[in-house]
Every structure is written in structure tokens, then in C-alpha cells.
């Protein structure tokens, strides 16, 4: 969507508002004071309207008329206070319109807020106006002309540029200035410049300035009067003393509001942490910068410094625009690692969470005695030391008691007072923090933050929002049970009606060791003085670590059932060991045709009973996707998020082909209401025609199926086989045959195994002979790839691919052994060659090889090399998709190693349903349509009712929007429609688990 404007005209393209209009405002009245002018003086510039003024979701463009932009060069950005917004902009239109020059700047107010705000990413902070000179004359004209009219004004530094003089507003970069980036390897867009020989580089926007050596500085070469001569790289300093006394010797972490780092005092030897702010990065919407921030944090500090609940403050220093706050180093980690660490089923035990609810109760009554609020208590401004103790980290939007106070704090844990909106509306009060002690107390009692999108269109306060969750994690974990009466209380809509601390710590010590029988019933009511019961702990957190030595465990039920319906070829893809190896080696080709999935509509997942919250999600989730579907909108089909913005709008993981996956299915659904479905059909109808037409509008076609245009054409032909429509499966079937077949990166995702799955899937629902010789061609290159490191068969990215994930070597399905092993068994089942199965198996070695029990559970890492603690559970890394290979290797090889490591995966994606967030890449949804994998190959019932306690799991984290109950996307606070990281996904998973049917983006399911 764009909103142009010529002159004070503007016209629709699109069926979103603009941002805000009065930054907007400013430059058309600027563009109109500018054609009076020159029609005044005779000078011939154009007029107002013939200028194009177009509005996104973030920024505004203007351009001149006829105007063409250079492909690269130097660019000048210009920041501001979010306060002088409008006189900047004013005083640089002054500049820029006469002189007919291009730029862009955020196209509101709240906009320019989060880039000046300590939320904003390091490389982006600050770049209010973007300004695109002709050529490097004009640049540096225009350079001095915008220092001269913003001398006396101030703004936030900008960390990716260099300021034309110490102090300026004004800073430039060299970068690409098209209007559309070049789609890169990882499926994101990114401006790609080029260097004098004509080869493409990276347009890397670092945190610092970092421009191209072939690219000499104008304003240097100015200031020395002769071209500059490359230098030696100046030596880094072997330590950063900061005010002369602070070696720094690690970062903790960096933000555009400054960094936190380790260090030593050199007066002492002592250990220490200091902390940095950036003048003018705003940290509330007050406008309060990051230094002002960190000046009143070091007098709380020193307020508090007899009490013992913080770190003791040692030195205040002020460099330049720059202040650094050195306080004590105490040992111990954020009460979210802590919390990490020990929950379990889903809370931390209780004989743990006990005495940190009570030190917890006691920290917040000694800091509420010295008259002050915190404002921002959360788990990562808590830290637990080694002996239990607690310690405040973080006190910048601490305030007096009955100071004027605006929003502040984390989400989730701020209490609704708090929230963005309010500036200064209110008095800081004390139960703004037993609010947020509240939410504390809802992580010891589920391992989760209390944090779920905000409604649309209805209000609902916390215990509304979130009680379902707690009631959820009440029935099977005794914190919960205790905690829940006090969290209800403390979550109170009204401060004034929230439980004080007193109340809180009588409540607490009047809890016994066990819970009793009506402790669910408190739950929902919130009565009670607090459950009785036996104490109950959960599984250890701890791992072996131990690389599995490839024997096989003792089966759980001691013989693997049989997998009726798989295919065979001559006993090669049948039996298990050697003695079904014979057979398929004599028959490398079978000629008569594709071979079918082994997923017949018999061993399809038949529908688990579904309860009606299930149907209202599905239901309600699928209009959601409909109603927000945007076909007349050029670059996204549907909203994304920020992250997102970026990545290619065609592809599954993130644009339109995952979605329309989804609702073609659903559409497909027999046992959906006919009212849904026929709306369903009509949207496939409208999506399958953007998607067709915007992949068709990008010349670079990349070979993944997740970020590919192999899901592309995948989406298309399901698509085109729901509506019937010849042309539109002509047209998948001729963008699957331009999909790349031979590519550096061997993975599913991005790589080659992805287009593989393609062509298999292909081959298996047209039997063109052309997607066979594709799918064994691609086969064949994959075999080849294949690399023996430390005992396993790896398939590596290699190390000068131009991708983020060059040199990569990982073990699961999206980028990994566990994926190119699929695909490789795939194609062994649809051309009966041997070889193929071969590489299958050689890929389940290196996974049983590298895999990490614990008790019933398995988790592989993310790469051979990485820690004993790292062990995700998901289908991207770990143990889901993992799973999903060798549950399938299973089927086709009856290898009982293969089936019990696969139902040992199902066991830790079970155990982590807790603690996972709600996607198909990284959470509930993926590892749900494990266990019906699970379920289908195995027949055992057990996956299918763990598939059903991750749908209650996705139940309790949804939003109302407009009416429609949504789930959370990956960021937990957000929704988004995507299928890899949003509705989409969680929606994919239900349907298969109410209404049955094959597993999207994997096994083919014709209309």
C-alpha cells in the first residue's frame, strides 16, 4: 500500500491509511510555499503538484518530478529530536526543494519516536530524514547547506554514518539508493551495490562506519586537499580505558540507547559493570534521553546504596555526548535465566520458589519504604545471586512516590497505568509494582512471561486475558496452584484494589506444603488463602551430554509395528538391516510412472475429537486471514512484522505461498461449514492471482522451500488444484521446472534439498517425466555434497556462499542432516533407487551419533560443536524435526533404532510444551505436527492426546481482534499471518488435528 500525493491531492493505492499526517503536512505546505516562490521569482521550478509524495506503513518519499535516482553512492541522513521534528523537517525542505534534490523521512511522529527510542535497532536509530543527492558534488553542497540551517539544534548520533562535524545532525553513509532492493540468498531483500569492477557487494549497515575502500570520504578528500591514499587498518587498542580508570575487557550487550559492559578498576582490581548512554536517544515518551535516564539511576543508586538491593554505584563520567555509569559487579544471573533453569512442568518447584517469592515480596516493601517506585520490575532487572539473594539492576524509570509519571516498564510485567499513551498522567504508586510482582509470580508459576497481544476492538483486563493460562498451568503444577489467588489479586484492573505487599507476604506464609483438592476452583475465583497439599518437582533439567554411541535403545514396546500401506521395492525399502538391502540396486529406474507417497489416504491422521475451543480458534483464526488479506496492495499480500518487512513476500516461511497454503487446505476441507469454506475458495481465488503475478514481477528465483520459490510453486499447484484451474497449474508446474536444482546450500529451507521436495512432490502428483529427472539430478548433486566430519555425514553451506549461514554444518530439518535425509528418503521411495535410501540412512547415523538423552526424551543441537546444554525441541533445531525424519526413515526401513529415537524426540517435544512459543519454525504448532507424524506412523494413541495438550497450550495465547479470538506469532505480543513464524501455522496444525489430512509443505494431498 502507498498513499500519492501530488501537491495537496492525494490518491489511494492501497486499503490502509497512511501514517500520520502532520509531518506530511509540513512538506506539502513546504512544497506549496516553494512553487509560490518560484513562480514569484520567474525561476521556472516546478509546482507543487508535480512533485510525488508517497506514504507507506513508515516512511514518507518525496520526489521531484521526472526524477531518477542514482543506483549507489553517498547518502545524507539527518536526525532529530522527536520534540523539533517539524522545525528539521521544515529547514530541510527549505534546503532541498529548491535545489530539486529526492529524500524520505519517517512519516509521523510515533514513528520518529521508535527510531529515537532505545527499542530501535543500532544500525537504523536516529535516521529521521534520508536524503539522496545527484552526484557527489551536489552531496557535499548539500552537506553544508543542512549543517548551516540545523547548527543550533541536537539529535540523537547516528552509529552507522559519520557526522559532517562533531556535534551535527547531518551525517552521511555510502549505500544503494534504489527503490527496490536485490532479493538475496537468505530470501531477503538488501540494497547490493557494486564495485568498480561491477561485482555486487553486501550494503552492510553496521553499528559503525564502515564505508567501501573503493569509496573515498568527499569530505575528507575536501578537508585535505588531495585524494585519499588507503592506510593500514589502525591497530585495536589491546584495552579501552574508559574515563582513564575503566578497562573494559567484554559487552553484554548493545542498544541503540548504549551498551552494558564488564570491566576492571584499575584504582583496585575490582570487578565491575558499567553501563553507557547516548545524549538524545529517548527513553519515554516524555522525551527524556538515555543520559538523563542514567544521571537519576545513579542517584537512586546512591539513595539505595544502604539497603543492600542494588549494586553499589562507583563512578558517574561524562565523555562528549557520552555518560558511563560504573557501579559493582555481584555475581548471580536474571531471575529469567534463573527461572529457565530450574522450571519444570510447567514451574519451578515450589521448596525453590518459595523463599524467591519472599525475598521477591521483600525486595519490593524495602524499596516502597524508601519512597520510591521501581516502575520496572521484571525478570531481567532482578538478579539472583548464588545464595538466593536478589538484586535491582535497573532503577532508570524509578520515581518518587507521588511524582508524575508516564509509561514505562516491560511489557507484560507494566501495569496498565504504565502503558504507552500515558504521559504523565498519573502518579507513581506503589502498586504499579505489585502489578508487575504479579507477572513475576506468573513465570515461577508457568516458566512463561505474561504476555499476549493486545486486543483489537474490545477490552479485557489481565485476568481476563490471561486466566485461562493460569488455570491451564494450575491443573498440572503445584507453584501454579499456590500462586494463582495471589496473582489474580496483584493483576487487579484498579490499583487501588490490587493486594499490597502486607496482604501478599500473609498469604505467602500462610501456604502449606501441599494443595488441596479444591485448589482449581480457587484458581478460577481467585479465593482462597492458599492451597494445601503434597509439594510436587519436576524432571531434572540436567543432560547427559553424551553423543549417543548409535546402539539401539530398547524399543518402548519391544517390537516396532508394521508400517502397512509403504510401498516396497524389492524388499530394499522395506526391510531393516541387511537383510532388506536387496533388490532396488538391480533396478536404479522405475519407468511406469511416479511412485506414490507412502501416505495413503488410509495412513492420513484421522481427525482428533476437537473441542469447540479448537473449532472457535480454526474458525475464527481463518476469517482473520481472509479479512486482513490485502490483493490490491503491491508488496505484502498480508501485514508481517517488522522483522519481516524486509523478506520476500512470496515465499512460505514469511509472504503469501504459506498462508495460501493454508487456506487452500482448509478450503479442501470437507468438514468445515460450506459458509467458511466457499469464503475460503473465493480468497484462494484472490491470493493465488497476487502470488502468481507478484513472483512472476521478481527475477531472481531462489531454490528453497521455506524462503524459495519451491513453496512458491508448491502453493500455486495446490492452489490451482483446489480451484481447477489448468493455467494456474501450468504455471506452478513451470516455475517448479525453473526452480534451481544444484545450489551451494544443500538445506530445505533455503537450499537445494527444499526444491528437491519440490520436484518429488511434483513428479508424484503430474508424472512429467521432467520433475523425475529433476528430483535424481538434485539427489545425485546432494549425495555428492556430503561431507565426513568427526564420524558423521554432514552437509555443510560452504564458507564463501554469500549467505549469513556460510560455513554452517547444522543437524536438523530446516538447514541440516535431518532435512536433505528426508528429502534423500523421499526420493528413494518415488524412483526405488537405492543409493538414495543409502544416503537416508548414512544422515540417521550421524543423528543418532550426535543425539542427547535425557530419561525418555532426545534432543540433537543445533551443530556437532555445540554445548551439552543446548538442546532445542523444535522443527527447524531439533528434536521435531529431527523426529520427522527418522520417524519416517522408520516406515520405510522398520529400523527399530530409528522409531525409538523418534518417539524419544516426541517425549521432549511433549516435555517442553510449556516453555515453546506458539510457531510452525520454532514452537507449538511445528512440534504438534511432529506428534501427528508421530501418531500416524506408530498407531499409538499416546502423540495424537500430546498433540491435543499442545492445541490447549496454543488455545491460552490469543488475542480478540476485531471480534475474532487470534493466536500469538513469535513474538509473543504481536500477530502476525505467516506460516513459519504466525496464524498461519498454528492454524495449519489445527486443522490437521481436528480434520485429519497429510502434512503441508512435506506429503503431497491432491483436491
Known amino acids: 500500500m502507498a498513499t500519492t500525493t501530488r501537491g495537496n491531492r492525494a490518491e489511494r493505492t492501497g486499503g490502509h491509511d497512511a501514517p500520520g499526517t502532520n509531518l506530511v503536512d509540513r512538506v506539502r505546505a513546504a512544497l506549496d510555499r516553494d512553487a509560490v516562490g518560484a513562480r514569484e521569482q520567474g525561476t521556472g521550478r516546478a509546482a507543487a503538484d508535480a512533485w510525488d509524495v508517497r506514504s507507506d506503513d513508515f516512511w514518507c518519499t518525496v520526489r521531484p518530478p521526472g526524477h531518477a535516482a542514482r543506483a549507489q553512492g553517498w547518502k545524507i541522513h539527518v536526525s532529530a529530536r522527536t520534540g523539533d521534528a517539524s522545525h528539521v523537517l521544515g529547514r530541510v525542505c527549505d534546503v532541498l526543494l529548491p535545489r530539486r534534490v529526492a529524500f524520505r523521512f519517517a512519516g509521523d511522529l ?35 547547506a543542512l549543517d548551516e540551517v540545523t547548527r543550533e539544534l541536537t539529535g540523537p548520533g547516528i552509529l552507522s554514518d559519520r557526522p559532517c562535524r562533531p556535534g551535527s545532525v547531518v551525517h552521511y553513509r555510502y549505500g544503494g539508493f534504489g527503490r527496490r532492493a536485490v532479493l538475496g540468498n537468505d530470501g531477503g531483500y538488501r540494497a547490493v551495490p557494486t564495485d568498480p569492477g561491477g561485482s555486487a557487494v553486501d550494503d552492510a549497515r553496521e553499528a559503525w562506519f ?53 570491566g576492571k578498576d584499575t584504582t583496585d582490581d575490582a570487578d565491575v559493570v558499567v553501563k553507557q548512554a547516548r545524549a538524545h536517544i529517548e527513553v519515554d515518551r516524555s522525551g527524556r534521553d538515555a543520559c538523563a535516564a542514567l544521571r537519576h539511576e545513579a542517584v537512586l543508586m546512591r539513595r539505595l546504596e544502604h539497603t543492600g538491593v542494588t549494586p553499589r554505584p562507583i563512578a558517574l563520567l561524562e565523555e562528549a555526548e557520552t555518560i558511563f555509569l560504573a557501579q559493582e559487579r555481584v555475581p548471580g544471573e536474571p531471575l529469567r535465566a534463573w527461572v529457565v533453569r530450574h522450571a519444570a512442568d510447567p514451574d519451578v518447584p515450589w521448596a525453590l520458589a518459595r523463599p524467591l517469592v519472599e525475598d521477591l515480596v521483600g525486595l519490593v516493601r524495602t524499596v516502597h519504604g524508601e519512597g520510591l517506585v521501581i516502575r520496572d520490575l521484571s525478570p531481567t532487572n532482578v538478579l539472583v545471586g548464588p545464595d538466593g539473594a536478589l538484586r535491582l539492576v535497573d532503577l532508570e524509570s524509578a520515581a518518587e512516590i507521588g511524582a508524575p509519571a508516564g509509561a514505562a516498564g516491560t511489557p507484560g510485567y507494566r501495569a496498565p497505568e504504565q502503558r504507552p499513551g500515558v504521559d504523565g498522567s498519573h502518579r507513581a504508586h506503589p502498586s504499579a509494582d505489585l502489578y508487575s510482582l504479579g ?43 499456590r500462586l494463582a489467588p495471589a496473582i489474580r489479586g496483584l493483576w487487579h484492573g484498579d490499583p487501588a484494589q490490587r493486594w499490597s505487599a502486607e496482604r501478599v507476604s500473609s498469604f505467602v ?22 492451597p494445601s497439599g503434597g509439594a510436587r518437582s519436576g524432571p531434572t533439567d540436567g543432560t547427559s551430554g553424551e553423543p549417543h554411541d548409535g546402539a539401539s535403545p530398547q524399543p518402548s514396546d519391544g517390537t516396532p509395528p508394521g508400517a502397512g500401506g509403504v510401498p516396497r521395492c524389492g524388499g530394499g525399502l522395506a526391510g531393516g538391516g541387511a537383510e532388506g538391502r536387496t533388490g532396488c540396486a538391480a533396478r536404479q529406474d522405475v519407468p511406469d510412472g511416479p511412485r506414490p507417497h507412502p501416505d495413503t489416504e488410509g495412513d492420513k491422521v484421522p481427525p482428533h475429537p476437537q473441542p469447540p475451543e479448537d473449532d472457535v480458534l480454526l474458525r475464527d483464526g481463518l476469517a482473520h486471514l481472509v479479512a486482513t488479506m490485502t490483493p ?42 460450506p459458509r467458511l469454506r466457499y469464503t475460503l475458495h473465493r480468497a484462494v481465488e484472490d491470493g493465488a492471482r497476487w502470488l502468481r503475478d507478484r513472483a512472476a514481477a521478481e527475477p531472481v528465483v531462489l531454490p528453497g522451500l521455506h524462503f524459495g520459490r519451491s513453496g512458491t510453486a508448491w502453493a500455486l499447484h495446490d492452489a490451482a488444484a483446489l480451484l481447477g484451474d489448468a493455467e494456474l497449474a501450468a504455471g506452478a508446474a513451470d516455475l517448479a521446472l525453473r526452480v534451481p536444482i544444484a545450489w551451494p546450500n544443500p538445506d530445505v529451507c533455503h537450499g537445494a534439498a527444499g526444491a528437491g521436495l519440490l520436484q518429488v512432490r511434483m513428479w508424484r502428483a503430474t508424472g512429467d517425466e521432467r520433475f523425475r529427472q529433476r528430483l535424481v539430478a538434485c539427489a545425485d548433486t546432494l549425495l555428492g555434497a556430503a561431507r565426513q566430519a568427526g564420524g558423521l555425514t554432514l552437509w555443510p553451506v560452504p564458507k564463501d556462499f554469500d549467505s549469513r549461514l556460510a560455513g554452517a554444518a547444522h543437524l536438523g530439518f530446516a538447514h541440516g542432516v535431518a532435512g536433505v535425509g528426508t528429502f534423500l528418503l523421499e526420493a528413494a521411495l518415488a524412483t526405488g533407487r537405492e543409493g538414495y535410501l543409502d544416503g537416508a540412512r548414512a544422515a540417521a547415523h550421524s543423528l543418532a551419533r550426535s543425539v542427547r538423552v535425557d530419561g525418555d526424551g532426545a534432543w540433537w543441537p543445533q551443530g556437532p560443536g555445540d554445548p551439552a546444554g543446548v538442546r532445542p525441541a523444535y522443527w527447524c533445531s531439533g528434536s521435531a524435526g529431527v523426529g520427522t525424519f527418522l520417524i ?63 492445541a490447549d497450550q496454543l488455545r491460552v495465547r490469543t488475542a480478540i481482534v476485531d471480534g475474532l479470538r487470534v493466536p500469538a506469532d513469535e513474538t509473543a505480543t504481536g500477530v502476525s499471518a505467516s506460516y513459519g513464524t504466525g496464524t498461519a501455522g498454528v492454524l495449519g496444525f489445527l486443522l490437521r488435528l481436528g480434520h485429519g489430512g497429510a502434512r503441508l509443505w512435506l506429503d503431497g494431498e491432491e483436491a
Open 888 to 950: 519416517r526413515l522408520w516406515r520405510a526401513d522398520h529400523d527399530p533404532l530409528h522409531r525409538d529415537l523418534a518417539e524419544r524426540a516426541g517425549a521432549a517435544v511433549h516435555r517442553a510444551r510449556w516453555h515453546s512459543g506458539t510457531t510452525a519454525c520454532h514452537g507449538l504448532a511445528g512440534n504438534g505436527e511432529f506428534l501427528l507424524d508421530l501418531a500416524e506412523a506408530s498407531g499409538e494413541p499416546i502423540h495424537r492426546a500430546r498433540a491435543a495438550e499442545l
Open 439 to 481: 507477572g513475576l509470580f506468573f513465570l515461577l508459576a508457568t516458566g512463561a512471561d505474561p504476555a499476549l497481544p493486545e486486543d483489537v476492538g474490545t477490552t479485557r483486563d489481565t485476568v481476563e486475558r490471561l486466566g485461562a493460562w493460569l488455570e491451564l498451568a494450575a491443573r498440572h503444577g503445584a507453584t501454579a496452584r
Open 509 to 530: 506464609a500462610g501456604l502449606g506444603g501441599g494443595v488441596g483438592a479444591d485448589a482449581v476452583h480457587n484458581v478460577r475465583s481467585g479465593s482462597g488463602d492458599g
Open 632 to 673: 490490491g496492495r503491491e508488496n505484502r499480500l498480508w501485514p508481517m512484522t517488522a522483522g519481516a518487512a524486509a523478506m520476500d513476500p512470496c515465499s512460505v516461511q514469511y509472504g503469501a505461498a504459506g498462508v495460501l497454503g493454508v487456506l487452500a487446505r482448509a478450503a479442501h476441507t470437507t468438514t468445515l461449514e
Open 110 to 144: 510515533e514513528r520518529l519516536r521508535m527510531l529515537n527510542s532505545l527499542e530501535a535497532d543500532r544500525a537504523s536509530a536516529g535516521k529521521f530524514i534520508t536524503v539522496y543527492p545527484d552526484d557527489d558534488e551536489q552531496f557535499m553542497e548539500l552537506v553544508d
Open 210 to 262: 564502515t564505508p567501501p575502500s573503493w569509496a573515498p570520504d568527499p569530505l575528507v578528500q575536501r578537508a585535505r586537499s588531495a585524494p585519499v591514499v588507503a592506510s593500514a587498518p589502525v591497530p585495536r587498542r589491546a584495552e579501552v580505558l574508559i574515563g582513564g580508570r575503566f578497562a573494559v575487557t567484554s559487552a553484554l550487550r548493545h542498544s541503540a540507547k548504549g551498551g552494558v559492559f564488564l
